[in-house]
């Protein structure tokens, strides 16, 4: 599975590919919400990990992008600055998760696991299985 991970920090994005690859993941990095439209746009990944604030444009702006481009790729978003109202917005534009940081290594697997297990079953229900 093939997940983009897209946040303005290296280490967070060090630490993501650390934790997913040795899961069997195909992790892919981005630095902004420019280089991560512009990899979706050439391969949408599986599932998107998602920083709410970076510079220029924030995750919430790559969202509105998604679905504007009617792009539907699973999203996690991941932020330090989790507020009651930050949260509801990300559910809002269809986030599936919410992580605060700092999270554990466990924390991520398990939102992605979780996200991923939903997808599944959603085409499976969904086509009829």
């Not at 902004?32 to 510079?55: F, G, N, Q, T, Y």
């Not at 702006?61 to 998604?66: D, S, V, W």
């Amino acid at each position: 599975m093939n997940i983009l991970v897209v946040d303005d920090e290296g280490i967070v994005l060090e630490s993501c590919n650390r934790v997913l690859k040795p899961e069997g993941f195909s992790v892919r990095l981005a630095t902004s919400a420019e280089e991560a439209l512009a990899v979706i746009d050439r391969e949408p990944p599986a599932l998107l990990i998602i920083d709410v604030k970076m510079p220029v444009h924030d995750g919430l702006y790559i969202m509105k992008e998604l679905n504007r481009k009617q792009q539907r790729v699973p999203v996690i978003l991941m932020s330090g600055f989790s507020t009651k109202e930050t949260i509801e917005e990300s559910y809002k534009m269809g986030a599936r998760m919410f992580l605060a940081k700092p999270f554990t290594p466990d924390e991520l697997l398990g939102a992605v696991r979780r996200v991923i297990e939903e997808t599944c079953d959603g085409k499976e229900k969904s086509s009829g299985h």
